[in-house]
């Protein structure tokens, strides 16, 4: 089997974050592999040991991405691909990054593709029915669940907590939502195999694209944190006063109730 | 000059969902002087659509089909697409549900354009429609507009408020019709969780629980809070996983989104994932046994005290307010 992952390098949001020069301050922050795309690698792995073939991950980005790439292959990848966009493109959108992937994949001939089901970023969710769409092949988000049998792809879906159970066929692009696996962690055999796998490097002139095809079709024009809250009132006295309190506050500071 | 702007109307369980008028309103906005026209896709859909138009449509336009029954993608962007070409419309809005998250990248790319998901808020500046969006798991905020093509974005629920219903605005309902075909993915089963009453990502007020609940009967008191306070139960993952509750429970990054007037936490941490899902809401109570937990570092008011103790009083204690108003 030919299993494609799309792979995010993305901004660990458990970190502080702050603002410099209108932007988000990457400077001295930890980056890691798309938790969701996490879920991707693994079920990729897991079709390979099931079905045979081989796993491919591909990140769009810059040479940073390079070790979120590695620890992919790490946990069990064979190959991968990282788009540099870097001397190309000053901006880019969902649109930008998904033509990317799809033209790269066009005549890849995949069977599955896997993909993260949003970005903890910048959080869209496009990428992945956007590929799968610039591919004409179906697809299937939030997955929780995945079977293939021959060509009869049966999943389940994740609908705001009602599953779904949904057949298909490949090829498919599936999103991965939690709950669909527990992603393993690199083992150290494999990260010393992961330093001798493949990991090619394109650019967009290797994919016959111009900065124009890609141009994105959207623009940030301002980043900003949210109002500081002030700090919230922890009460205090006896448990019952304080509820009192609290209620008391409910209905005559917030307004709530 | 005004624009031309469909909104589409997500129908569940034979209902409109409240996200669908706060879309109205939205479109209103985008609208100005222009048009505002509700799309409703499904079997036997045609009766909601005066209740778009009460909510602030000028008019429906509706394509009905056997096969638009249950979601699919395939089906819903084939009928949502014969409705672009036939309106041909400046902007287009759904809501940040399931259904639209699914949806709108699939449009997006059929059409070309740009896509502005999971917006909070929108506003016209200077010409522009600008969105406000939050990022980086709800720690802060873009401001993005759409540079080239339609104008196209997903609302998150509860957020931008509707408009006064209006019972005696009246306007033209007209149907589309769209080959609904090859549909490449087949829904075999739903199995639909218990959730009853109030949906979550609609609920104005929301009691939810963690691994502090500690069982399923720990989230009585719970439920018996959100009854009194016309409200919701919900659920950090912690619970879920326990098997303290059901998924479809869930608030945070992988559940629920939610936004409510008041979000009342019993048992939670305040992991990062389960801020990202309500960090937006208006009033945030803290109930928790251990003062350094990180969800009072949100939290408006908080609690430091056993659960099981805190909650029956605050239920007592509602009840006697809601006996003197
Ligand atoms: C040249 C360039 C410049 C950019 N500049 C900015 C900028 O200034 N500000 C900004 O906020 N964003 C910038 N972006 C990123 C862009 O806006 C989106 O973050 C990106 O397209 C992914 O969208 P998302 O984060 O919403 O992902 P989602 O759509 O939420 O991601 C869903 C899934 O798609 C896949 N996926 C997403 N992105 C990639 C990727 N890059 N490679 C492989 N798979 C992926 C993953 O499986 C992921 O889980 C830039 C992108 C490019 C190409
Ligand atoms: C990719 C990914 C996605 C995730 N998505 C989500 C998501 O959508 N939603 C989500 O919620 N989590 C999500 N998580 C999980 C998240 O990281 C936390 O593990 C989870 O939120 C913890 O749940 P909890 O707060 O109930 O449990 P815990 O962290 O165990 O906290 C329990 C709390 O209860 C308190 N407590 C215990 N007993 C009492 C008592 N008697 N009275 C008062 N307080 C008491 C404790 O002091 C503690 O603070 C995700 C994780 C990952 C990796």
Redesign the interface.
């Given at each position: 089997m030919n299993i494609f992952v799309l792979l995010k390098r993305t901004f660990d949001t458990e970190e502080k974050i702050t603002i410099a020069k209108g932007a988000i301050n990457e400077e001295g922050a930890e980056f890691i592999i798309n938790p969701y795309d996490e879920y991707a690698v693994e079920e990729a792995i897991q079709l390979r040991d099931n079905h045979g073939g081989e796993v491919t991950v591909v990140t769009v980005g810059n040479e940073e991405a390079e070790k979120q790439l590695r620890t992919a292959l790490a946990m069990g990848a064979d190959k991968a691909v990282l788009i540099n966009t870097e001397d190309d493109l000053e901006s880019g959108d969902q649109f930008t990054t998904a033509k990317i992937l799809a033209e790269y994949l066009k005549d890849k001939e995949a069977d599955i593709i896997l993909a993260g089901n949003v970005a903890i970023d910048s959080g869209s969710g496009q990428v992945g029915p956007r590929v799968a769409d610039l591919l004409d092949i179906p697809y299937v988000t939030t997955i929780t669940n995945l079977e293939i049998s021959g060509e009869t792809v049966t999943v389940v879906r994740d609908v705001e907590g009602d599953s779904e159970t949904i057949e298909t066929k490949l090829p498919v692009l599936v999103t991965a939502q939690q709950g669909l696996n527990e992603p393993r962690y690199p083992s150290l055999p494999g990260i010393m195999k992961a330093k001798k796998k493949p990991l090619e490097e394109l650019e967009l002139d290797d994919l016959d694209l111009d900065e124009d095809d890609v141009e994105a079709k959207t623009k940030v024009v301002e980043i900003f944190l949210p109002p500081t809250k002030e700090a919230g009132r922890v009460l205090e006295g006896e448990l019952d006063a304080q509820v009192k309190e609290l209620v008391n506050l409910l209905h005559k500071e917030a307004k709530v109730i | 000059m005004g624009k031309k702007v469909t909104v589409l109307g997500e129908v569940r369980d034979g209902a409109l969902r409240n996200v669908s008028f706060e879309g109205v309103a939205a479109a209103r906005k985008i609208a100005e002087d222009g048009e505002v026209v509700a799309v409703l896709l499904g079997s036997a859909v045609k009766d909601l659509a005066q209740e778009m138009i009460v909510a602030g449509a000028d008019r429906a336009v509706v394509v009905e089909d056997e096969k638009l029954a249950g979601y699919t993608?395939?089906g819903y962007a084939q009928a949502l697409l014969a409705v672009v070409e036939q309106e041909n419309p400046e902007a287009i809005l759904f809501g940040h549900?399931?259904l639209g998250?699914?949806l709108?990248?699939?449009i997006?790319?059929?059409l070309?354009?740009?896509?502005?998901?999971?917006a909070v808020n929108v506003e016209v500046e200077g010409g522009?429609v600008?969105f406000t969006r939050?990022?980086?798991?709800g720690?802060?905020?873009?401001?993005?507009?759409?540079?080239?093509?339609v104008i196209f974005a997903t609302i998150r629920p509860n957020n931008i408020p509707p408009l006064e219903k209006d019972a005696s605005r009246t306007g033209e309902v007209s149907e589309v019709s769209a080959e609904i075909k090859d549909l490449?993915?087949?829904?075999?089963?739903?199995?639909?969780?218990a959730?009853q009453g109030v949906d979550l990502?609609e609920a104005k007020?929301i009691v939810a629980g963690g691994r502090g609940v500690k069982s399923e009967e720990g989230f009585e008191p719970l439920q018996e809070l959100a009854n009194l306070?016309g409200g919701a139960v919900g659920a950090s993952?912690g619970a879920c996983d326990a098997e303290y509750c059901?998924?479809?429970?869930?608030i945070g990054?992988?559940?629920?989104v939610v936004t409510p007037?008041?979000y009342i936490a019993c048992g939670i941490s305040g992991a990062?994932q389960h801020l990202?899902g309500m960090s937006n809401s208006?009033?945030?109570?803290?109930i928790n046994k251990d003062?350094e937990a990180n969800i009072?570092?949100?939290?408006?008011?908080?609690?430091?005290?056993d659960l099981f103790?805190?909650v029956p009083?605050?239920v007592e204690?509602?009840k006697s307010?809601l006996v003197k108003a």
């Open positions: - | 993608s395939d549900t399931a998250k699914d709108s990248p699939k997006a790319s059929k070309g354009c740009g896509l502005v998901s999971d522009n600008v939050p990022i980086y798991s720690k802060a905020f873009e401001k993005k507009i759409v540079t080239d093509g490449r993915t087949i829904v075999r089963e739903v199995a639909k969780k959730t990502s007020v306070l993952r059901d998924y479809s429970l869930q990054q992988t559940g629920k007037d008041l990062i990202a208006k009033v945030i109570v803290a003062p009072f570092k949100v939290a408006d008011y908080g609690i430091v005290g103790e805190v009083l605050l204690e509602f307010l």
